[in-house]
Structure formats: C-alpha cells, structure tokens
C-alpha cells in the first residue's frame, strides 16, 4: 500500500525539463525526519537510485547518470520532496519512484526505503 504520492510526471522532447513533486498520501502523516530519495524503474529494468536527501535537506546524494542536471530538494515545512530534472534525455524514460526511511535521517540504500509512492511516468522523446 502506497504511503507516498508522486507528481509531475508527463511528456517532453529531450533537453527539456520537468518538476516531480512528492507528499504523503495522509497529510497528518509527516515525513520530515526521513531521509527521502527518488528511484526509477525503465521497463525491463531494476528500480535503481536517482536522489536522496537528509531530512534536514543539508546533504544530498546523486546516482552519475543525473549528477549536475537533476536537484533533489525538500520543504519540511510543506512536507514535500521535489526532484528538478533538467536536459532530459531520452535514457531518463522511467517510472518515477519517491521513498522514505523512516529509520534513518540519512540515506543508505534502496533496500533501506520502507515507504513508497506508486509512481509517475516520465518520457522523453528524441
């Protein structure tokens, strides 16, 4: 059962940009002590990493594949996580995840993630 809900999703030509915005699913529930990350799953591949934040939103980690194009941000006071992807291209076509530990302040890996979003599609076109 999907405690997060993600937005922003939809269609673009490469080089172009979109906002994926995440919130929990109950808006009593707050996140703001989890670290929070975002992953993507491409059809016929593993869900892998993107980008995590803190939850103080101080430190942030990126996979190589979208370090200097993509910026994780967070605004505890919105309990919100944003993902900014900019020069989209078309190897960033996926299914976009949002996920939060709720053990850890810090990020540690994708297995360490205890809630998740359903997801919001995200295609580029060449």
């Known amino acids: 059962q999907a405690q997060l809900i993600e937005s922003g999703g939809g269609s673009v030509q490469a080089g172009g940009s979109l906002r994926l915005s995440c919130e929990p699913l109950a808006s009593e529930h707050t996140f703001s002590n989890y670290a929070m990350g975002w992953f993507r799953q491409a059809p016929g591949q593993e869900r892998e990493f993107v980008a995590a934040v803190s939850w103080s939103g101080l430190a942030t980690y990126y996979s190589d594949s979208v370090k200097g194009r993509f910026t994780i941000s967070r605004d505890n006071a919105k309990n919100a996580v944003y993902l900014q992807m900019n020069s989209l291209k078309p190897e960033d076509t996926a299914l976009y995840y949002c996920?939060?530990?709720?053990?850890?302040?810090?990020?540690?890996?994708?297995?360490?993630?205890?809630?998740w979003g359903k997801g919001t599609l995200v295609t580029v076109s060449s």
């Open positions: 996920a939060a530990d709720r053990d850890s302040k810090y990020y540690l890996g994708l297995d360490d993630m205890d809630y």
